[in-house]
């Protein structure tokens, strides 16, 4: 529902912002969200966020908004990519294809941050899948565009707001990778 976009389009700094999601009710929701925002005039937003319906699969096709220019050509628009829980929800072939299409977005030396569920985390595990260092550094891989800078452990916690009536801890790890 945009929570990432909204919260970086309040931030100094940011000049434009692009969120997407297959599902369009989180798409509707969002510029709703940001409509209310603007509505409120209250200065909480530094740039208002384009939000578009999408599969991170087809993300940068022919033709994509994502990759329109002004002049009517395409190219890569974006200095930075964030994802925050989407990778480790996809099979291993759409795991490949997202990163490729990322690719075709981000400009040269632009970087992606993702966000995504450790195999640190023991079983039973009930979640999306799981993803290693060695994992990212795969998908991540100069094949696919692709040199990786960092990779953190780190913990994630879910909000109340989400469901957990206690906030739920799990492992996960923060990559950094750099657009070749």
């Known amino acids: 529902e945009g929570e990432n976009c909204i919260y970086l389009a309040s931030k100094f700094g940011i000049s434009s912002l692009v969120g997407f999601d297959f599902a369009e009710g989180a798409i509707v929701a969002a510029r709703a969200r940001v409509a209310h925002m603007l509505a409120a005039r209250d200065g909480a937003l530094r740039t208002v966020p384009e939000f578009h319906v999408g599969s991170c699969t087809d993300i940068a096709r022919p033709g994509s908004p994502l990759l329109a220019r002004d002049d009517g050509t ?14 480790h929800c996809l099979s291993h072939a759409d795991s490949v294809e997202y ?16 966000g995504c569920f450790s195999t640190a985390n023991p079983d039973p595990w009930q979640n999306p899948r799981r993803l290693s260092e060695d994992y990212l ?6 094949e ?18 989400r469901g957990s009536s206690q906030g739920a801890f799990c492992q996960a790890l923060w990559m950094e990778a750099r657009r070749l």
């Open 74 to 87: 395409e190219a890569a628009q974006f200095d930075a990519s964030i994802d925050s829980g989407l990778l």
């Open 99 to 114: 990163v490729r299409q990322m690719a075709r977005l981000v400009k040269k030396s632009g970087r992606a941050f993702v």
């Open 137 to 142: 550094k795969g998908l991540f891989c100069t």
């Open 144 to 161: 696919n565009g692709w040199e990786v800078v960092d990779i953190q452990e780190t913990w994630w916690s879910r909000p109340p707001a």
